[in-house]
């Protein structure tokens, strides 16, 4: 039978975009050689676990706008200079720092006295001062279906909110903490307590702003221990009161990203650009050595093995060490700002972001099914040089960390997986999160996998994801659910759906 002349049309435009998104052969046996050198070097001098055990010892936590903020900036230009890279620069930029004084929270049966003292720690980006007295209201997980059932209830009163998912759990997928305090202020809350939801008394910090600045209103939070004993207390007494008092500091000063890169060798494919980034700054309740110590400082070790190497990509890559990450992804934004003032943004192809990366066997192509087969082959040269390596893929995008930066410009991004220890996940963002969570061999796992693959990426003969126009950006954020999570974080771009 003949065909409907738009069915022909359609057929060839599907057959065209297939065969646009459909890699080239990888050279094989170019690749497992050098994986074998990559392989053998990080097994034998692999510095990653030392260079962040100095970075824990010497510095400390690394808050961005700190004085250990700014040593951990030079320890890392100082560290990469040391592996005779020749391009290391700062990216300097402005950044509204902020750093914690004082916090307290009292709560008692209204008409009252006699007020308990909670332990408590504030999340960053609360308000300079905050002295705030008002009713508590449970509004369970914090998905926009629990604040819709009290949202009669809340409006002048502090909401109660779990930082995880507790049961019962509506919905599947969380939202982040800011995402979750963004909502309080939409309902009319004055206050927000979160409850962790990790067992052992641990307190979490972390910003509650979803746009980088200072929000109104406070928000802390205290531990799933002292969560349960308050809903104990609120079943027996409805109208508990609470009281937040807070001081902080804020102020405009300077942070700097640290860049090294390594000029693409092909005349052909040197304009194109790889990113492999971190981000190097911590919360400052403990060292960051999970968060995110353990990523940045496998990217320092990949660059050293690159250098130590010689080996020549033929795409340029570049080596970054975010700051401001965890105060609102202010490094990686002010690198996309800075690219397209100079007109360089359409350099860069690809973005690799390793936050809490670790014990690797795998790789997240992050939503772009284009690369999944190309990753998929590389996978399969690495196992043939460690039959260790799962090559585990998955393809699914996320946010929240510094690759959102770039695939809001429609850059195809990726990322590590791998595994943390459920104890050692637990001191995420909290007071033990310190470099004996730290596993050696599980960082030489994340930097030999991951320097294998961004070898095969910056050689590919392309790259099969092409950066997206803005509405194919549009579309692919809807596609990933992605649309009510940029919406909380004021990041949707492109008003109601068409």
Known sequence: MKKPLHVLVTVIILASLTAAYSPKEIDTEEYVETFKQINEDVLKNGKAYETLGEACRTIGHRLTGSGNGKLAEEFAHTLLKSYEIRDVKYQPFQVEAWSRDTV??????????NFIDVEVVSLAMTPVESNVTAEIVDVGNGLEPDFQAVKEKLSGKVAMVNIGLLPPIKGTRNLHRSEKTALAIQYGATGVIFVNTVKGNVLLTGTASVTGGLIAIPAVCISLESGDQIRKWMSEEPNLVSIINMRNFSKMIKARNVVATIKGDSK????????IGGHLDSWDLAHGALDNGIGSFSILDIARVFKALNLKPKRTIEFVMFMGEEEGLLGSKAMIERYTRNNSIDNVVFMMNLDMANNANGFNASGRTEMVDLMTKIGECIKKVDGNFKNTMINQAGLHSDHQSFMLEGIPTASPIGSIAPDALGCYHANCDKFDL??????????????MMLYGLANAPEIPAKKLDFYATRDFFIKQNLKKELELGRQWRWGAEE
């Open 104 to 113: 307290s929270l009292s709560i008692a049966p209204r008409k009252s006295d």
């Open 438 to 451: 730290v596993k050696k061999d599980e960082m030489l796992n994340t930097v030999r996998y991951t320097a």
């Open 268 to 275: 052909k494919y040197r304009n194109e650009k790889i990113i």
